[in-house]
Every structure is written in structure tokens, then in C-alpha cells.
């Protein structure tokens, strides 16, 4: 693997690198990665350019080891042109297998939701949908939790659009022998989630990782941690179930989104 160190956590012995695909095995993404021994990460700084083997053992356990510093250079902020440079690179990198694009028809699957309703992923069609994958017991500000934010913000402005008003938030969990119908439920409370407009899911983890697949969502449990190793992907579903885009990582804006959006009706 060849990436860029975005941030260490020593305590955790974690650290998220942005990197490029990996051949035949995963995509270009930003994610945390963890390592046997904080000492194999206590020297990175932010910005290092490092070189590093990917260990993935039966079971989902993954971390790093022979991470070497090659180089280093600035860490580009969240704006629009990272976010372009980083889909290009995305789409010239090898494509996971099913990876959906633009045009392609979503996938359906049953699912669970906050109330312990079943729900069809398609019953959202007849109005366009926000969707984002991640897991309540994420420990990483910037990763889920941004997500849920970045979600709250939307929800308010999408009531402020007339035309947006249908606009429906979907979060799955990927961790659903943690994120229960009954811990979505706390959880959605806690974000300020109006049932009427943002629905959390989740339900048998096959389904949930076939979906997740398709959308670029990639999560692995690193043995023996509550820690789940994981990308971002958040993706708009037009009121046909049709894919029309994702965001890599976490540095999209909902204004960058609401612009998408508005641009879906026209
Ligand atoms: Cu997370």
C-alpha cells in the first residue's frame, strides 16, 4: 500500500492513511488502519508519505506492518478540487467487482429499521435519497459521527427547499450485531433524527455488506477490538432507485450535496 498519513492515534494504535488502490483487492480511500504495536506508528507525523503491507487474516482481522517513510508533502484541506482529484483517481483506479455507477438501477434488499419494521431499500423510490454507511460505536469524530452531523445539517436544510422537501436520509449500519433496531433507535434521538425524513437500517449482515459493496463500502473487524477498520462512501439515490453519485471520505459539505441535489431536479 502507498498513502499519505492523514492522523495518528498512538493510544489507539491507529492510524488514517489515504491511499491508492490497492491492485486487485480494494480502491483508492481514506480509512483507519491499525498496527500490532504503537511503536510501528509513534514516529509518522501527518503528511508522511509511507509505503506499507496490508495484512488481512481469515476472519476480517487487518492491520499495517513495514510501514516506511518514503517522503512527505502538504495535507490538502477539505475543498471541492480534493474531492474531484480524489473521485478522478478513484476511477482510474482498479473498480471493486459491482461497484455501482452513475445510471446503474440500486440494488434492493429487506432490511430493518429504527422501529423494528421491516424495509425494503427500494421502498424508498418516489423520492430521492441520501445514503450513508456507518456504525454508532465509531470512535473517530471525523468518520460516522461526521456523518450523522453532516446528515443533522441536511435534514434541516432539505425542510428549508421546497423542491428538496421529499429528499429522504437513509443510514445503514454495518454493524448490526452491535446497532440493534432498539440502539438505532437511541441513536437517532441522539442525532436529532425526524423519523419522517431519516430512516436508520440495519438487519442480516450479508444483505448489509452485498449493498454496502456496491455503493464502495468497504469495513473489516480487526480481531479482539470493538473497532471496526472502514471507508466512507455517501451517495445520492434519485427517486427511481437509479445511482447517480457517491462521496469518497469524509470530506464532502452538505452544501456541496444540497448543490448536487438541486441539480437532479433541473
Ligand atoms: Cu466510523
Partial sequence: MQGQVISVALERK?????HE???GFMEAMTMPYSVRDAKEISALQPGDLITSTLVVEDGGSA????IRIVGDAPLEGPSAATTAAASSKLSDGPRAPNLL???????DATFVDQDGKARDFASFRGSAVVVTFIYTKCPLPTFC???????ATLQARLAEHPSLKSVHLVTISFDPS?????????HATSVGADPTRWTFLTGDQADIEALAGRFGVFAMRAKDAADITHNLRTAIVDAN?????????NDWTPEQLLADLTSLGR
Fill in 63 to 66: 492491520y499495517l506492518r513495514d
Fill in 21 to 23: 488502490a490497492i491492485a
Fill in 178 to 186: 452491535t446497532d440493534t433496531p432498539e440502539v438505532l433507535k437511541r
Fill in 145 to 151: 459521527p461526521l456523518m450523522d452531523r453532516h446528515f
Fill in 101 to 107: 455507477t452513475g445510471g446503474d438501477t440500486t440494488p
Fill in 241 to 249: 432507485g437509479v445511482f447517480v453519485k457517491a462521496y469518497t471520505g
Fill in 14 to 18: 491507529e492510524t488514517v492513511v489515504k
